[in-house]
T-cell receptor, first 110, second 115 residues
Framework: GDSVTQMEGPVTLSEEAFLTINCTYT??????LFWYVQYPGEGLQLLLK?????DKGSNKGFEATYRKETTSFHLEKGSVQVSDSAVYFC?????????FGSGTKLNVKP | DAGITQSPRHKVTETGTPVTLRCHQT?????MYWYRQDPGHGLRLIHY???????DKGEVSDGYSVSRSKTEDFLLTLESATSSQTSVYFC??????????????FGPGTRLTVL
């Protein structure tokens, strides 16, 4: 069945460091791909999405490119801030169902 | 932000008591979902609804029931709460797949503690 695998955390970075959080997926057909962010004590917020191969989703300095050849949707940011500390979830939508990764906690130190 | 509210936001109850959590949306979206979030398990789908009075089970539905009598409200009921149901519960909504893709939007969550 369809599934999402993302790198385990926590990931700890210093402010202004480059961020990559890896996400790979298994799916038939042509899923849509998402990144959600969850700040402490809050619900998941949509960060960005891509609906077809080679699409790049971007928001708030974060980017992810839908790579069908490698079945990946890695999240990147060039310079993280302390305020980016949160849990990040990769997800896919396919044939009327949503699938979520287990989440990656990011800690950014000043 | 999508108009989704959950009530209560926090609840402490005792084993064996019934508990009902409410999700309310103002977006007129067709689909509504209940998830639970636990450390080490990520998000797990409990039940979902694809229309008024139309519901189906998710992967962890045992011990839970749902009802949807209006488009805007989706209720999750624990008939007899157990300590294993201590968790954070999230409601989510989506429009439905008429365009071939869909996006979920989440509520703020309800933290439930069963003593």
């Amino acid at each position: 069945g369809d599934s999402v695998t993302q790198m385990e955390g926590p990931v700890t970075l210093s402010e202004e460091a480059f961020l990559t959080i890896n996400c790979t997926y298994t799916a038939t057909g042509y899923p849509s791909l998402f990144w959600y962010v969850q700040y402490p004590g809050e619900g998941l917020q949509l960060l960005l999405k891509a609906t077809k191969a080679d699409d790049k989703g971007s928001n708030k300095g974060f980017e992810a490119t839908y790579r069908k050849e490698t079945t990946s949707f890695h999240l990147e940011k060039g310079s993280v801030q302390v305020s980016d500390s949160a849990v990040y979830f990769c997800a896919l939508y396919n044939f009327n169902k949503f699938y979520f990764g287990s989440g990656t906690k990011l800690n950014v130190k000043p | 932000d999508a108009g989704i509210t959950q009530s209560p936001r926090h609840k402490v109850t005792e084993t064996g008591t019934p508990v009902t959590l409410r999700c309310h949306q103002t977006e007129n979206h067709r689909y509504m979902y209940w998830y639970r979030q636990d450390p080490g398990h990520g998000l797990r789908l409990i039940h979902y609804s694809y229309g008024v009075k139309d519901t189906d089970k998710g992967e962890v539905s045992d011990g839970y029931s749902v009802s949807r009598s209006k488009t805007e409200d989706f209720l999750l009921t624990l008939e007899s709460a157990t300590s294993s149901q201590t968790s954070v519960y999230f409601c989510a909504i989506s429009e439905g797949a008429s365009s071939g893709t869909d996006t979920q939007y989440f509520g703020p969550g309800t933290r439930l503690t069963v003593l």
